[in-house]
């Protein structure tokens, strides 16, 4: 049996969609594809929230990001099927090869620090860095990409510290009015042990490692950074949040304060994470600071 190209209405399916010949993106459309190219995989619920300001119709919105998909522009990552009840979820689109040529022929192609790895994983993280740069853009603030920061210096994401590695899983800055300030994103899926007495990645570790790149500036010579920098840890298990908190206190010393951690929500909506940005972060000390 073949795939089923239409459902019972005669729309596109999440396999099958009919092409369309001769789409070209709108100027609302490449914001989308621009964002995408900066944060990686956006669902249709974050690229509607991105250009609100200009389109508030979000089910003209749905039909673009159809569109785009029939003329090749968008394509829809086949792990988003793997959770519970995926058919009720927003679609999460992702470039094709034709959106990121496009953006070359009109010469604002970027080559951005995309998230890697497990593909959810990976999916997180865009999610947290894309709705903060929206939240931020309609609170006056700018939001500064990975790529942006590493041109200065010319770095790459890692940092070298004594023979290991600290690789965050992303990088970005915000500019309010008073300044700059710049964070390493930490998205904890319980992947990893705590502790471990062998070479494995662990929580543990990390929290070692930003404890001893804090203390020695690592990040401001190797990123050429002159702004003040925290790193922010987003835990899917809330239970592990308080351990890293007491692993904090025990192991950090001083530097408690530059340790800022959230529990994310179950589902990744806009709705969930534009309620979790509003809250107030906890330092590793356990003392709340005011949302980004």
Not at 75 to 93: D, G, K, M, N, V
Request: hydrophobic share 35%; net charge positive; glycine share 8%.
């Amino acid at each position: 049996m073949g795939i089923q190209q239409t459902d019972r209405l005669g729309r596109a399916t999440f396999h099958h969609i009919e092409p369309r010949i001769g789409v070209r993106p709108t100027e609302r459309e490449i914001r989308w594809l621009k964002h995408i190219e900066r944060h990686g995989p956006q669902s249709s619920e974050f690229l509607f929230e991105l250009t609100r300001d200009t389109h508030r119709c979000k089910d003209t919105a749905l039909r673009d990001m159809q569109k785009l998909r029939a003329g090749g522009y968008l394509r829809l990552p086949r792990q988003q099927r793997a959770t519970e009840r995926a058919e009720f979820q927003s679609y999460i689109y992702d470039l094709t090869k034709q959106s990121q040529d496009y953006l070359k022929s009109l010469g604002i192609a970027e080559k951005t620090i995309r998230p890697t790895g497990h593909w959810w994983h990976a999916y997180a993280i865009s999610a947290v860095t894309s709705t903060l740069d929206t939240r931020a853009r309609r609170r006056g603030r700018e939001f500064i990409p990975a790529h942006k920061i590493l041109e200065r210096n010319g770095a790459e994401l890692g940092i070298p510290i004594g023979g290991k590695w600290i690789i965050p899983d992303q990088l970005f800055a915000v500019r309010y009015a008073d300044g700059f300030r710049a964070f390493l994103l930490e998205v904890d899926r319980a992947t990893e042990p705590l502790r471990s007495s062998h070479a494995r990645k662990s929580l543990i570790q990390s929290v070692d490692l930003y404890a001893e790149m804090f203390a020695r500036d690592l990040h401001r010579r190797h990123y050429g950074l002159k702004s003040s920098t925290a790193v922010l840890y987003v835990f899917t298990n809330p239970s592990r949040l308080a351990v890293f908190q007491r692993m904090v206190q025990e192991r950090a010393g001083p530097l408690t304060g530059r340790f800022l951690c959230k529990a994310l929500p179950e589902r990744l909506t806009w709705e969930s994470l534009d309620e979790l940005h509003q809250r107030p972060w906890l330092t590793g000390g356990g003392q709340e600071v005011a949302g980004l």
